[in-house]
């Protein structure tokens, strides 16, 4: 018996620190107990004084990104690599099938912009100016593509894109003012170029609208491959015809466009830059088309940011300005972003995670 005593004396005493161990280490009791639970704004909050600090390192390293190359290389292979690592990643047949889908698009839309290539090569090899001009007629259409679906869907009360009907206008605009320059030179003089492009214009026009509403993504990437074209066609003739170009003087439009008071839809189209930091200089023709070239790289850029769902964003849009508490006018957000998307989702539920 005394034997047993002992033994139990010394348990605890041994089990008295652990006791104590725990009783610091244990939550406080009212995190313990249901009844006790406290909601969020009855406790402690961290302080202000910490958030500045977290922001001051996001500016820094935000200054290490250019201007010009400001949108992340976001894919949907960068989401599915962020979903894994937390603990959260779609099966492989769903990825592969994703994989799937984007290389037919984009092969789809490889396919169609070379055809139309070679079609403008053929019948422009040595007319600049009125191959320029269907270009441009052609160029406009996918914007105001864009819009009408857009409309159609904030018509029907399903979501609202202020930010893309913004932009896709103002891309809009900069593409008219292209047109006009290139009727200014002349490139419209003859009745088939006309005729050509305008017909052109109509068939661009219903089959991008149905791309949208099929796939959003592959329609960004079908534009993002013509204004590619549309850009090295302009380096390529700056480089061949620059000293001839530089001779010539600029086109009236040009010059009221490009160095206006009014350039607010200016800076709308490129997304990419900060609205004030591009302000062109036109002195002949040579300026001209230099201007256009750099227009079309801008409008690569927002086609490219587009293909990632919510990274577009009006250059001109400031959110400490904007009032949380005003949701008069405010609709859902789109979870399918087109008929493909929400097919997709419909099969595999954990599309609508994340």
């Known amino acids: 018996m005394a034997s047993a005593a002992l033994a139990s004396s010394a348990f605890a005493v041994s089990a008295s620190p652990l006791k104590t161990r725990a009783r610091r280490n244990s939550p406080p009791l009212g995190a313990q107990d249901p009844l006790n639970f406290k909601p969020l704004s009855s406790r402690a909050l961290v302080?202000?004084?910490?958030?500045?600090?977290?922001?001051?390192?996001?500016?820094?390293?935000?200054?290490?990104?250019?201007?010009?190359?400001?949108?992340?290389?976001?894919?949907?292979?960068?989401?599915?690599?962020?979903?894994?690592?937390?603990g959260t990643s779609e099966s492989s047949s769903a990825s592969d099938l994703e994989r799937w889908i984007i290389k037919l698009e984009q092969s789809v839309n490889i396919f169609l912009t070379d055809t139309v290539i070679k079609i403008l090569d053929t019948?422009?090899?040595?007319?600049?100016?009125?191959r320029f001009f269907v270009l441009e007629t052609i160029a406009r259409v996918p914007y105001f593509a864009f819009m009408s679906v857009l409309h159609m869907y904030e018509s029907f009360g399903w979501w609202r894109r202020a930010d893309y009907l913004k932009v896709h206008f103002a891309e809009s605009w900069n593409e008219m003012h292209h047109l006009l320059i290139m009727e200014e030179l002349g490139g419209n003089a003859?009745?088939?170029?006309?005729?050509?492009?305008?017909?052109?214009?109509?068939?661009?026009?219903?089959?991008?609208?149905?791309?949208?509403?099929?796939?959003?993504?592959?329609?960004?990437?079908f534009s993002e491959c013509v204004e590619s074209h549309a850009f090295s066609t302009y380096d390529k003739f700056l480089k061949a015809q620059g000293e001839e170009l530089k001779k010539l003087p600029a086109p009236e439009v040009a010059v009221k466009y490009y160095t206006g008071d009014d350039?607010?839809?200016?800076?709308?189209?490129?997304t990419s830059r900060p609205p004030q930091s591009r302000r062109p200089?036109?002195?002949?023709?040579?300026?001209?088309?230099?201007?256009?070239?750099?227009?079309?790289?801008?409008?690569?850029?927002?086609?490219?940011?587009?293909?990632?769902?919510?990274?577009?964003?009006?250059?001109?849009?400031?959110?400490e300005y904007a009032f949380e508490d005003d949701l008069g006018c405010v609709l859902p957000q789109a979870d399918?972003?087109?008929i493909v998307d929400c097919i997709k989702k419909s099969v595999d539920p954990s599309q609508n995670q994340g």
């Not at 090899?125 to 009125?130: K, M, N």
């Not at 492009?197 to 796939?215: C, E, W």
């Not at 200089?281 to 850029?301: G, P, Q, S, T, W």
Request: proline share 4%; charged share 25%; hydrophobic share 35%.
């Open 47 to 86: 302080p202000r004084k910490c958030c500045p600090v977290r922001s001051a390192l996001l500016q820094d390293n935000d200054e290490k990104v250019v201007i010009e190359e400001s949108f992340e290389s976001k894919s949907i292979f960068d989401k599915e690599r962020n979903r894994s690592s937390d």
């Open 123 to 130: 019948l422009y090899s040595d007319r600049h100016y009125a």
């Open 190 to 221: 003859w009745w088939f170029d006309r005729f050509l492009a305008q017909h052109i214009a109509i068939f661009y026009y219903l089959m991008t609208v149905f791309m949208y509403a099929l796939s959003p993504r592959m329609a960004y990437h």
């Open 263 to 270: 350039m607010y839809l200016f800076d709308e189209f490129q």
């Open 281 to 319: 200089k036109i002195e002949n023709l040579y300026d001209v088309f230099l201007n256009i070239r750099d227009d079309e790289a801008e409008h690569c850029k927002t086609m490219k940011a587009c293909q990632t769902h919510g990274t577009l964003q009006s250059p001109h849009s400031n959110p």
């Open 336 to 338: 399918c972003e087109g």
